[in-house]
């Protein structure tokens, strides 16, 4: 039904900058996206960013200040501006996003397949 892709993701030294992006196809009837997580080895996936309700956002406390949600509801995509990478910040980052599911006349949840991202020391 929705198809999520995020793009962006490499090998960058520590200090640098990557933008994450995540388009969204298919039948995206009332599309929200709702936000970035990541997963490092051997760890539980967890929240990076999200978007609030009231449309504002929230940031783990080991990135704010450093990288920034945003999304271009016009083009469906939503963003991830990671900056002053560390280490500690290697790890697959998938983006998440609702959508109504005609089928199931039901809000379905929907992630992509993942980007990675390897900050090098």
């Known amino acids: 039904q929705v198809q999520l892709v995020e793009s962006g993701g490499g090998l960058v030294q520590a200090g640098g900058s990557l933008r994450l992006s995540c388009a969204a196809s298919g039948r995206l009837f009332s599309l929200t996206f709702i936000g970035w997580y990541r997963q490092a080895p051997g760890k539980q996936r967890e929240l990076v960013a999200r978007f609030t309700s009231d449309g504002s956002t929230n940031y783990a406390d080991s990135v704010k200040g450093r990288f920034t949600i945003s999304r271009d509801n016009a083009k469906n995509t939503m963003y991830l501006q990671m900056n002053s990478l560390k280490p500690e910040d290697a790890a697959v980052y998938y983006c998440?996003?609702?959508?109504?599911?005609?089928?199931?006349?039901?809000?379905?949840?929907?992630w992509g397949q993942g980007t990675q991202v390897t900050v090098s020391s």
């Open positions: 998440n996003a609702n959508a109504f599911n005609r089928a199931t006349m039901s809000i379905g949840g929907y």
